[in-house]
């Protein structure tokens, strides 16, 4: 299992905008029509990266906890369906309907939303703010596969927290760490 860091984009950035195909709905969905009016959480996911599997409960219990208040959950996957067959649309679809994903789980063919947002693993975790300026990056929390921590998706709701209270997240911000973004030759 391959252990690649996030690479921490730093703070203040837009998020570059997108329009991508979802693949629970089939429509072609953008950053704007998206964004919540608090703030977005954008996670680069994908469907076999055993990081994600473990985190998935997580990812659906934050969206359910926080879309309400105004935070929005964009999910993409960007890898090489050539040679990753596993993450193609028609296996997203399957996956976020059987995750019970609540939000959408957009398909990157050309793998630049990835590249515009620097992401390097999946999971690679993104919370912008209303203005879509980026108020944090990282990690979850410090489950892993197999390290036998719980997970509670605490830095990642701290953030949340943070931002829907209007302080400053003064906790230090740890890179994901996750399975590589499988990147076309």
Not at 8 to 18: C, H, K, R, V
Not at 83 to 106: C, I, T, W
Not at 108 to 117: L, M
Not at 119 to 141: E, H, I, S, V
């Amino acid at each position: 299992m391959a252990r690649t860091p996030s690479n921490m984009l730093p703070l203040g950035t837009i998020a570059p905008d997108f329009s991508l195909q979802d693949t629970v709905s089939d429509k072609i969905l953008n950053l704007n029509d998206l964004k919540g009016s608090k703030g977005t959480v954008i996670m680069f996911i994908c469907n076999h990266c055993p990081f994600v599997i473990h985190i998935n409960s997580e990812l659906v219990l934050l969206a359910n906890d926080y879309q309400s208040k105004g935070i929005s959950f964009i999910a993409i996957s960007s890898n090489d369906v050539e040679n990753y067959p596993q993450d193609g649309p028609n296996k997203m679809k399957r996956h976020a309907v059987s995750e019970g994903y609540p939000f959408p789980y957009l398909y990157d063919e050309t793998q630049d939303i990835a590249k515009a947002y620097d992401a390097a693993c999946t999971p690679d975790l993104y919370l912008f703010n209303a203005n879509l300026k980026l108020n944090y990056r990282g990690q979850l929390d410090d489950s892993r596969p197999g390290n036998g921590i719980p997970l509670s998706g605490k830095d990642l709701r701290h953030a949340i927290e943070c931002l829907l209270g209007g302080i400053e997240n003064t906790e230090t911000q740890k890179p994901s760490i996750g399975c590589n973004i499988k990147w076309k030759l």
